[in-house]
Structures are given as C-alpha cells and as structure tokens.
C-alpha cells in the first residue's frame, strides 16, 4: 500500500470514529433540552395571584393611583395597635399587588413594607394578617429576578416551609405558592428548598391533603423542584414516583401537565431516573395521554417519553413496548410544527438505539412521510428528518440499508447539499457516506464499476455540490466535503503523484 493510501486510510478512520451511537442520541438531546429551556421559560416559572378583572371595583372601588399614593399611610396603619387596622391595611395592599396589570411591587417595597410582612408570617395568633401577608409576599416574589432576591433575603424559606403545616388551608396555600415563585427564579433558591426536604414535605401535602388546589399548587412546585442542574438525588426523587403516578390518574388538565412535565425534568440525562419511571409503570400512562385531542396534554408527555428514549438500549425498548411507534407515525404528519418536530427528534433516538429498533420504524410505515417532510417541509423539520434518516442507516444492516436506498432517498439527501442549513448539509453527508460505505462492501455490488448509489449522486449533480463545499466558509463543512471528496469521489490508483499527500494537507487544512 502506498503512502498516500495509507494516510488516507488513517484519516478515512479519524472520519469513521466521530460518530457513534451515545454521541448522537448525546447530540441530539442536548440541543433539544437547550430549546426547551429558552422557549415559555418566564411563562411557566412564575404565578401571581390575580384578583378578577371583572371585580376590580368591588376589591379597589377607588382609582388605582390613589391607593399608590396612600401606600406610606397604609405602612404605618399596618403597624397600628389597632388589629382591625392592620388588616384592612394588609388587605388593600394585598389587593393592589394582586392588580393584573403593573401591579406597585417596587412603591410597595419603596415605603418599607415588606419586612412588615415577614413579620406577620411570623404570628400564627393572627391568621388573617399570616395570609394576606403569604398572599402579598408571594406576589412580590412572582416579580421581577431582584423582587424575588429581596423576598429571599429577609430569611422566608425557611418561614414559608413552617407554615405548609398550617392548620389553615388558605395560609398553607399561599405558602406553597409563594415557595413556588421563589423556587422559579433560579437554581440557588431551588437548591435552598431542596436544603429544606421540600420534595419530601409536599409529597406529604399531596398524599395527605383533601384540598384539591393545595395539591395543584404543590404539583406546580414539585415541578419546579424536578427541573435544574444538579437533579435532585435519587432518595429525593423517588418518592415522587408514586406522587405523580396517582395524580396523572386525575382528570384535571393543569395538574397532567405539571406532572408529565416534572418527570421529563427528571428523565433529563438520568438513567436511573428513567428506570424508575419505568419500573412504576409510568410508560403506559404516558403514552396513552398520546390520544388527546388535547395538544396542551399531549406535547408534555411526548416530551417526557422522548427524554426516556435517551436512556440506554434496554431502557429504550421497554418504552417503545408500550406502542409508541405508532404515534410517532402519526404525528410527524401533525399540522402542529411542535409535534412534528419532538415526533421527528424522538424517532431519530430510536434509530440511534439498533437496527432492531430501526427496523420497527420501517415497518410502521415512517419511511413514506419522512421523505415527504425532506421534499417539502420547512428546515426546522428537515434538519430533524435528517437525523433519522443518518441514525437509520447508520444502525442498519445492508438489507435495510437497500430498502432505504429503494425509497428513492440518495437523490433527495443530494439535493438538500445546496441547502442553506449547514446542520442539514453535514448530516446529508454523512448519510450519504455511510450509504456509499455500506455499497462498496456488499458483494453483490464489489465488482461493478460504477454503482448505483454513485450513479444516483452524479444525476444530481452530487460532484458539484461537494466540490463546492470544500471552498465552504465553514470550517467543519469544508473538511468533511474534502474527506468525502478524497474517500469516495476521488480516483485513488497506486500511482497517484506524491504531490497528493500534499494536497490532502492542502485541501484540509
């Protein structure tokens, strides 16, 4: 073998080892959580507790800006001797936080107040002023990040805590709330209630409680308390198991939703988590909340299922068991670009799992649709179909590998060369080498001196695009055109000119 092949050939293996099964599932579910957490990130995080607008003027009969402007009088009737006084006080200024719009948080805080009442949280002989001082706090946290910061400062976690073993059910509804908005802000704060047992106390709350709001709001808590880095540890985690088991059986949307979304925060690169889920035969649940004509039900919970497919092989196939597939067919030809999409990424882990598994995509009719969205879809989703059609493959033996190739698929991965997404351009290539690769060692083709896959990616010009990427701006692009180029396009005869270990350099570097 010749210098040049021989360099060729390390480098041809340098190509082959960048890519395996863990790193694609890796890939993918990186970039996917990385969306989660940008999209209705301050949407969910948060709730105040709004008066109706409808009675605004039974609660506040006067204009708005004229309670503003009694805010200092109303700091110092809360301090009054007389209690009557102090809870009318507290009762305006929890009214005027609990405004729709533009609620007065910083004149609230301007004229002192606050303090005032942390200290109320504090007096359990008085259970009205404890409540509408949970209620006011609780809205000053639901503001902006240096709101929450204050609330936090003057020591009420560890009070709000306390006070979720109330005997009064508003006073430990408002506490569990206003834990809520501090927990949403950021992960210190989480990490500060999880200090506190806070999963194990609202666990309680939820297996104990009557009241059926206390135990939305604690679900909305615990959900919040699922999601962040570091996870909570495996002790905290599984007594939710059985939590979030009994009350997705509910029929309350809000509380399916927190719940299907909590455990996707908890399947977020934990295998042991995933296997709980999957021991408390969780799985089933979830995929029959698939059968919503509720999409607000239905996405977390695919969701939460794609996060279990980035588990491990066995952990893969004990979901897909459930019948998921299926779904999955079906929702890629979703109207909703959401669903197509999580559909699209989840089927792409799939195949990244085995050729088993890549095998029951097929035969659930996938094939079809998945070259319709390259055809005709936007890029948002033809970057996604890509990565299944590159898992598949790559998964496959070369029996599946010529029935993909018959689809028609080498001409249409040609195509999307010229496409403006260099994520769609890489992923081609890479399919299209591993379809190449695949021809070139099955016998039946070893002796022919232009195979038919070749033949497909000259009639769309195929040459021409690599060539083109390899003067590709991007760095990555342009040095997998050039292996490309040199390993399958170019004529590699053992009297190639020495000059061509140069060239290599050259065209790669």
């Known amino acids: ?23 694609t599932i890796e890939r993918r579910y990186k970039q996917q959580i990385q969306i989660s957490k940008i999209k209705r990130q301050k949407l969910l995080n ?22 503003i402007n009694d805010l200092p009088q109303l700091a110092k009737q809360l ?58 706090i609780s809205n000053i946290a639901s503001g902006l990040p240096e709101h929450t910061k204050l609330v936090v400062e003057y020591n009420t976690i560890p009070i709000f805590i306390d006070l979720i073993g109330s005997q009064n059910d508003d006073i430990r509804h408002q506490s569990i709330w206003a834990l809520g908005n501090i927990v949403g802000e950021d992960i210190s704060n989480r990490n500060r209630l999880l200090e506190f047992n806070a999963i194990s106390i609202l666990c309680d709350v939820v297996n104990q409680t009557k009241n059926f709001e206390i135990v939305k709001i604690s679900i909305w808590v615990l959900r919040h308390l699922c999601k962040g880095n570091p996870a909570p540890s495996f002790v905290m985690v599984k007594p939710l198991m059985a939590v979030f088991k009994k009350t997705l059986m509910t029929s309350d949307r809000e509380i ?79 109207k909703k670009i959401a669903i197509r999409k ?34 005709n879809d936007i890029n948002q989703i033809i970057k996604e179909v890509c990565y299944v059609i590159s898992n598949m493959i790559h998964s496959a033996k070369v029996a599946q590998c010529r029935y ?25 290539m890479e399919s299209l080498d591993i379809f190449f690769k695949v ?42 055109a050039t292996f490309f180029y040199l390993i399958h396009l170019q004529d590699n005869s053992d009297d190639e000119d020495d000059d061509d270990e140069d060239e290599i350099d050259d065209l790669l570097y």
């Open 342 to 375: 999580e559909a699209c990424w989840i089927l792409s882990n799939i195949c990244a799992c085995s050729a088993a598994a890549a095998q029951e995509v097929i035969k659930e009719g996938a094939l079809p649709h998945l070259i319709d969205i390259l055809e």
């Open 256 to 334: 399916i939703v927190e719940a299907t979304t909590a455990l996707g925060h908890l399947a977020e690169g934990s295998k042991q988590n995933i296997q709980l889920i999957i021991d408390h035969k969780i799985v089933p649940v979830l995929v029959d909340f698939l059968k919503s004509e509720d999409n607000i039900i239905k996405f977390p919970s695919l969701r939460c299922l794609g996060n279990l497919i980035t588990g491990t092989e066995e952990q893969i196939v004990a979901v897909l068991e459930n019948g998921l597939i299926p779904y999955l067919v079906d929702f890629i030809q979703s």
């Open 404 to 428: 993909i190739a018959s689809q028609g698929i080498i001409p249409i991965i040609t195509r999307l060369l010229s496409n403006e997404d260099q994520e769609i351009v890489s992923t081609c």
């Open 439 to 480: 021809e070139s060692a099955d016998s039946e083709y070893q002796n022919k001196e232009l195979t038919e896959y070749i033949t497909q990616f000259e009639e769309e010009e195929g040459i021409e695009k690599i060539v083109k990427l390899m003067d590709s701006r991007i760095i990555q692009i342009r040095k997998q």
């Open 1 to 23: 073998m010749s210098t040049f092949h021989k360099k060729l050939l390390t480098r041809r293996k340098q190509y082959k080892s960048t890519r395996t099964k863990e790193k």
């Open 46 to 67: 948060k709730k105040r507790n709004l008066l109706p607008t409808t009675e605004l003027n039974q609660y506040l009969p006067k204009e708005i800006t004229n309670y």
């Open 79 to 136: 301090q009054s001797e007389n209690k009557n006084e102090k809870i009318e006080a507290s009762v305006l200024i929890r009214n005027l936080l609990s405004i729709p719009e533009d609620p007065p948080i910083d004149q609230v805080l301007q004229c002192k107040i606050l303090p005032i009442l942390v200290d109320f949280l504090q007096d359990p002989k008085e259970p009205d002023l404890q409540f509408n001082a949970a209620w006011s």
